[in-house]
């Protein structure tokens, strides 16, 4: 089931989207470590969404480069490269039932043998005993479930996920939190999981990137973030902060005297 094979390093470079007069993505260069799993978490409106759908190959880049690994992704068509995404709105398939849902990136690459493929990720996600219903008959979480199988079926080496619980509700949200973390910690596959909650960003992440305006203000594990956040924006977005306003008036040895 392992997707090691092709999982490798994500490199955004100096990557920007604007449209129109507006830049909605401004110069982000950062790298995801293969095998990661990676939270991008920002306020609404601050282009999280934005830098997945480029990095999916759904939307142009205005300038800057996307690698994975050595080459250049940047102008691949979506379904060329080791890329495939999970959305807030699951985007089933109605008709099919789920054993149908998650072989259907097999069939339509013209893999004969569907059965063991699609059997083994329907057990890694749990939902072996519904393989014959349809969609409809599922609640909300394992339809998400359903959705994360579809797009591990690939064994792509990236998996973005653009608030992939946003559609539960706090209870299910904990518990699926906990599920797509071991999927990943099975699967191998470097999860770029956009949201805006805190917590879950700083509960399932190894590094978080914390975004603000279309940049990024602080970016790694979520204990630093938390402990050390480098910037007011960072520290107030993180929680509840206090702050005081001080002069630096010298130095002694590495500390700043306040
Ligand atoms: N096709 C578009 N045309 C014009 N502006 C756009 C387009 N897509 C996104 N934007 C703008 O770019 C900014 C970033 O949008 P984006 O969807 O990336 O935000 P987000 O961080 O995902 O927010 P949310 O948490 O609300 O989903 C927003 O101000 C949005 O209005
Ligand atoms: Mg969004």
């Known amino acids: 089931m392992a997707a090691t094979e092709s999982v490798q390093d994500l490199h955004l470079v100096n990557l920007v989207k604007s ?50 690994g050595s080459t250049d992704i940047t102008h691949e068509k979506p379904y060329k490269r ?3 995404t999970v959305f807030q709105s699951y985007a089933l398939f109605p008709h099919l039932d789920i054993f149908e849902n998650v072989a259907f990136g097999l069939r339509r690459r ?32 394992q339809q998400q479930r359903v959705a994360v199988a579809r797009a591990l079926i690939n064994q792509p080496g990236v998996l973005p996920l653009d608030e992939p619980l946003g559609a539960l509700d706090l209870k299910l ?32 992440a190894d590094t978080v990137a914390v975004m603000n305006k279309g940049r990024i203000e602080q970016m790694g594990p979520p204990v630093e973030i938390y402990e050390l956040p480098r910037t007011a924006f960072v520290a107030n977005f993180l929680g509840q902060s206090n702050m005081v306003e001080g002069t630096v008036s010298g130095r002694s040895g590495e500390d700043l005297v306040v």
């Open 173 to 204: 949200r904990r518990q699926m939190q906990i599920e797509l973390k071991r999927i990943q910690t099975e699967v191998g596959t470097t999860f770029v999981h956009v949201t805006h909650d805190q917590e879950e960003a700083m509960t399932m």
């Open 19 to 68: 449209f129109g007069d507006f830049v909605a993505v401004d110069d982000l260069t950062l790298t995801i470590p293969a095998g990661s799993f990676f939270a991008l978490l920002g306020p609404s409106g601050c282009g999280k969404t934005t830098t997945l759908r480029m990095v999916a190959g759904l939307e142009d880049p205005t300038s800057g480069q996307i690698m994975l």
């Open 82 to 84: 080791h890329v495939n």
């Open 110 to 141: 013209g893999v004969k043998d569907v059965n063991g493929p699609v059997t083994s990720m329907l057990e890694l996600v749990e939902l072996g005993p519904m393989a014959r219903r349809k969609p409809a008959q599922l609640s909300g979480c």
